[in-house]
């Protein structure tokens, strides 16, 4: 429409006014903020911008592919992947205590952002470049529940980047600044995005290492994306995508329950749908999805993955609840 090509344009402006002829590097995250900052500051100063995205494993189904493929095809920003799942295993090893996890992981990749950032910034400055910003996806809610702060390096500890050395050191790049989530969905399509990044539900920057109760290891979250992968197909399958607000899929590693399958005593464990519609994510609601949907799920999950038994359904709404398990 006519007004988000305005705004796309006044971003744009701003962003080359800001940025001069400096360098900018990003992190990727495969959510919408992040994906949307970025291909606006790519269409602002094209390949001055490098992106950085860390696969720590920890993703769903096809969603690293979508990053590095369909993101970068649609957008042509300049890629640097850090496949990183084994360090985060390794780091992970053992780790069932919700808060450990999420610290160690929030470590970790801010490790592996450094290294990537040094590299970047090396690089940059042997060709006679600078690099001197980092781009943010700060949308206009976080600035007004912030205080409207301008700080540099003011990076919400939620946001899963917390400081940086003094180093690396940028000043931040704000092109969604004085947008709401649905102006960044509206962006991001104008931008030419794939819908499925541009619709994608929020997503923990944790990942998949809060939704499997109990610690974490490879063979656990293949069993936990077959799961999540057969919900979402199925949820998209019946267009109810943009009625849910987000759909945890949990695993839980700890607990075993007896089952009977195909013409055996089976000892494997439960799946929970944690299905919710919300406004904010501040409170929640269980989402009344339809029972035909949750049938084909519980079906499909038991029939096509061997190593759980049971589905369940979670009805509790936030509070007390919260969405995520851990
Ligand atoms: P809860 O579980 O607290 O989640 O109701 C509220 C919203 O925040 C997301 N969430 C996180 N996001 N890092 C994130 O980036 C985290 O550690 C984290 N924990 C929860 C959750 O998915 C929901 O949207």
Not at 89 to 115: H, M, Q, S, T, W
Not at 255 to 267: A, F, H, I, L
Not at 295 to 312: A, D, F, G, L, Q
């Amino acid at each position: 429409t006519w007004t988000m090509v305005n705004i796309v344009d006044d971003a744009v402006e701003t962003v080359r006014a800001q940025v001069g002829d400096k360098q900018v590097i990003c992190a990727l995250s495969g959510g919408v903020d992040s994906s949307v900052a970025a291909a606006l500051v790519q269409r602002a100063i094209g390949d001055r911008l490098t992106c950085v995205f860390v696969d720590h494993g920890l993703l769903r189904a096809g969603e690293a592919e979508q990053v590095e493929r369909d993101f970068v095809a649609a957008t042509g920003v300049d890629l640097h992947v850090v496949h990183a799942e084994d360090r985060f295993l390794n780091a992970l090893k053992g780790v069932d205590d919700p808060e450990e996890k999420r610290k160690i992981i929030g470590r970790e990749f801010i490790r592996v952002f450094e290294d990537a950032a040094r590299e970047i910034v090396a690089k940059a400055g042997a060709e006679g470049g600078e690099v001197e910003f980092l781009v943010q996806g700060t949308l206009y809610p976080d600035v007004v529940e912030s205080g409207g702060g301008e700080g540099a390096a003011n990076i919400k500890s939620h946001h899963n980047v917390g400081g940086l050395p003094d180093d690396l050191q940028f000043t931040l790049v704000e092109p969604l600044r004085w947008l709401f989530k649905d102006e960044v969905r509206a962006v991001g399509e104008q931008l030419g995005i794939p819908a499925d990044i541009v619709w994608r539900h929020p997503f923990p920057g944790p990942g998949l290492a809060i939704r499997i109760i109990g610690s974490v290891d490879h063979e656990r979250l293949e069993i936990l994306r077959k799961a999540d992968a057969i919900a979402r197909a199925e949820v998209t399958d019946a267009g109810l995508d943009r009625d849910v607000w987000q759909f945890p899929v949990v695993l839980l590693a700890d607990v075993r329950s007896v089952g009977v399958q195909g013409d055996g005593r089976t000892y494997g464990h439960p799946i929970v749908l944690r299905p919710v519609s919300s406004e904010d994510a501040m409170t929640a609601d269980w989402s009344r999805l339809p029972y035909e949907l949750l049938e084909r799920i519980s079906t499909r999950i038991t029939n096509e993955v061997p190593e759980v038994n049971r589905v369940t359904l979670d009805i509790t709404s936030k509070p007390p609840g919260t969405i995520e398990w851990e």
